[in-house]
């Protein structure tokens, strides 16, 4: 996927990063404020980000699924699985497979957000972790400056 460029990576990464962003928020918490301003308010010395209600419920959302079960996979490697490659084989349960049905929508629909509110932040970002992962050909742009 990534040597290609293909459209999945770019479809996967808001995705990811979100995902991201989720398990840690406060080590995410500038790079989604940079990209989605209207949903996180700034703060200063919080234990957790100002999100808006919506972007608090997904959240939530992914807390309740990620709650480690003994001797089960890591939940969040699972949602990872999940949103880079769509496979839902790893839900055991019916209640179970419908609450991550439902989480992976929200979370679409904030990836969506992510690289669409600030498009040109958004393609600079991630052509500086492209090149940061070696790929893009060593071209970068004055735009990309910010971010390496």
Known sequence: ?????DVE????????????????????????RSLLPHAVARG????????CT???????????????REGAADPHQLLLRRAITGDDETEACPAQREAVASFMRDLEGWSVA???QRPD????????????L????????????RWV
């Open 1 to 5: 996927m990534c040597e290609d460029c």
């Open 9 to 32: 990576l770019f479809m996967a990464l808001p995705r990811v990063v979100m995902l991201s962003s989720f398990r840690r928020p406060q080590g995410h918490v500038a790079l989604v």
């Open 44 to 51: 200063v010395g919080e234990e957790e980000p100002a999100l």
């Open 54 to 68: 919506e972007l608090r419920a997904v959240l939530d959302a992914y807390r309740a699924l990620t709650l480690h």
């Open 114 to 116: 992510l690289h669409r």
């Open 121 to 132: 932040d958004w393609n600079s970002c991630i052509w500086a972790v492209l090149l940061a």
């Open 134 to 145: 070696g790929y893009g050909g060593g071209q970068r742009g004055a735009d990309t400056e």
